[in-house]
Nanobody
Framework: VQLQASGGGLVQAGGSLRLSCAAS??????MGWYRQAPGKQREMVAT???????NYADSVKGRFSISGDFDKKTVYLQMNSLNIEDTAVYYCNALRTITWREYWGQGTLVTVSS
């Protein structure tokens, strides 16, 4: 199983970006996004379950929105009102049903400039 993330890039503060991540195979119970800023630990940004339940980090609530199409094995992250603190490598994550194995994408860089 491979996760392919896309959509990162350079954006000015206050701008928006949309990240996408598609899995090559598998059935998943949860998909989400994590990020790692320079010198910091990886942190959860947002997750969505196959039942539609979502969870957000406090720092992104009201600005980011996660959605998933589990039939297409795809998860999206709409990021609005970006600020410099959102600069990080964003990683797609997926939790497979039955085996409960966790998969990670390769990461996509989001850079927010002032």
């Amino acid at each position: 199983v491979q996760l392919q993330a896309s959509g990162g890039g350079l954006v000015q503060a206050g701008g928006s970006l949309r990240l996408s991540c598609a899995a090559s195979a598998g059935i998943f119970s949860m998909m989400g996004w994590y990020r790692q800023a320079p010198g910091k630990q990886r942190e959860m940004v947002a997750t969505v379950s196959s039942g539609g339940d979502t969870n957000y980090a406090d720092s992104v609530k009201g600005r980011f929105s996660i959605s998933g199409d589990f039939d297409k094995k795809t998860v999206y992250l709409q990021m609005n009102s970006l600020n410099i603190e959102d600069t990080a490598v964003y990683y797609c994550n997926a939790l497979r049903t039955i085996t409960w194995r966790e998969y990670w994408g390769q990461g996509t860089l989001v850079t927010v400039s002032s």
